[in-house]
Nanobody
């Protein structure tokens, strides 16, 4: 069992930055995928970024590539999402997730989810 707890969301102006954190506990294999998703009101849950717990396997959605960065601190058991140059369309609830499949890029392939943290970007 893996437990995930997100934090770091908030209100920010367009062009600003936020860093989301995901505290990870339980049993996680080095081959697990660690991902970030987001869901805006009335829309489907959308893939944002992914890496392998052991690193070296990053992948980003086209909408955030070049602006967002996923990273890990394995000693602190924490996954981060650094979000720069934020746009109003980035407004959503952001979720941390873990998958037993290291190549996972869709929500249905993820096995564990955090509770979500709200990110609101004002114009």
């Amino acid at each position: 069992q893996v437990q995930l707890v997100e934090s770091g969301g908030g209100l920010v102006q367009a062009g600003g930055s936020l860093r989301l954190s995901c505290a990870v506990s339980g049993r996680t294999r080095s081959t697990y995928a660690m991902g970030w998703f987001r869901q805006a009101p009335g829309k489907e849950r959308e893939f944002v970024a992914r890496d392998r717990w052991s690193g070296g396997y990053t992948y980003y959605a086209d909408s955030v590539k070049g602006r967002f960065t996923i990273s890990r601190d394995n000693i602190k058991n924490t996954v981060y999402l650094q979000m720069n140059s934020l746009k109003p369309e980035d407004t959503a609830v952001y979720y941390c997730a873990a998958s037993k499949t290291q190549a996972a890029v869709v929500a249905a392939m993820y096995d564990y989810w955090g509770q979500g943290t709200q990110v609101t970007v004002s114009s």
